[in-house]
């Protein structure tokens, strides 16, 4: 069985715990699309050019345990408006897309441009403050020196340069369904998401 759920939405907005659970609840297989850019952004930061680092790209490379640093994501919001970077890293993310007994893909833009006829779309968002508290929560709890200020700056600096560059922006499909989880918890958000793919498996 072929069937994609694709899963958009700015920075730290639930996606990663979202995609999770609804792989574990329909026993789909998750791709957390970020993780590529930061594997090759973590290849940038050591000197690496982004092209180079995004063709030759690892399964070792997303086990690095360095890929969850401020430093980190904003090195991969920048390479990932390079349209080559991102064409480096297009077929692996359509292959594992397709692949028997459904997935979930998360990122920026899956529903638009990696899986534009996935079955299942959402757009995950929330206000800026409560996805850097939640961010910043997540990353001091790991014992990063972090501030709010600071985590609140990063969040938006990506979420501008996403959203405004020419390749592939973020943005919600035009048939997304977009799930605020500023007044929502986690909780409550996995079981909306997990509704909506029931619904379309039934259709
Ligand atoms: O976890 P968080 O939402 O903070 O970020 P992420 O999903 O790990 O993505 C890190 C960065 O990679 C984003 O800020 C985007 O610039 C880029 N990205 C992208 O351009 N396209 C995707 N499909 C996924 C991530």
Same mark, same amino acid.
């Given at each position: 069985?072929?069937?994609? @759920?694709?899963?958009?939405?700015?920075?730290?907005?639930?996606?990663?715990?979202?995609?999770?659970?609804?792989?574990?609840?329909?026993?789909?297989?998750?791709?957390?699309?970020?993780?590529?850019?930061?594997?090759?952004?973590?290849? /940038?930061?050591?000197?690496? =050019?982004?092209?180079?680092?995004?063709?030759?790209?690892?399964?070792?490379?997303?086990?690095?345990?360095? !890929?969850?640093?401020?430093? /980190?994501?904003?090195?991969?919001?920048?390479?990932?408006?390079?349209?080559?970077?991102?064409?480096? !890293?297009?077929?692996?993310?359509?292959?594992?897309?397709?692949?028997?007994?459904?997935?979930?893909?998360?990122?920026?833009?899956?529903?638009? @441009?990696?899986?534009?006829?996935?079955? @299942?779309?959402?757009?995950?968002?929330?206000?800026?403050?409560?996805?850097?508290?939640?961010?910043?929560?997540? !990353?001091?709890?790991?014992?990063?020196?972090?501030?709010?200020?600071? /985590?609140?700056? =990063?969040?938006?600096?990506?979420?501008?340069?996403?959203?405004?560059?020419?390749?592939?922006?973020?943005?919600?499909?035009? =048939?997304?369904?977009?799930? =605020?989880?500023?007044?929502?918890?986690?909780?409550?958000? /996995?079981?909306?998401?997990?509704?909506?793919?029931?619904?379309?498996?039934?259709?």
């Amino acid at each position: 069985m072929n069937f994609t @759920v694709a899963i958009d939405g700015p920075a730290a907005a639930g996606k990663g715990t979202i995609s999770e659970q609804v792989a574990e609840a329909f026993g789909f297989a998750h791709l957390d699309t970020g993780l590529i850019y930061r594997a090759t952004a973590a290849r /940038v930061l050591e000197g690496e =050019d982004a092209i180079e680092a995004a063709r030759d790209l690892r399964p070792a490379d997303l086990r690095r345990d360095d !890929l969850r640093t401020p430093e /980190v994501a904003q090195m991969a919001s920048q390479i990932a408006a390079q349209s080559e970077v991102r064409a480096a !890293l297009t077929e692996f993310q359509k292959d594992f897309a397709r692949r028997d007994g459904g997935a979930v893909l998360d990122g920026r833009d899956i529903g638009t @441009v990696i899986c534009p006829l996935a079955e @299942v779309k959402l757009f995950v968002t929330a206000s800026p403050e409560v996805r850097a508290e939640r961010r910043f929560l997540e !990353l001091s709890g790991k014992g990063m020196d972090v501030t709010r200020a600071g /985590v609140l700056d =990063d969040v938006v600096a990506r979420d501008t340069r996403d959203a405004q560059r020419e390749t592939a922006p973020m943005k919600a499909a035009s =048939d997304a369904i977009t799930i =605020d989880t500023s007044e929502m918890d986690i909780g409550t958000a /996995v079981a909306k998401a997990i509704g909506h793919v029931r619904e379309a498996l039934a259709r």
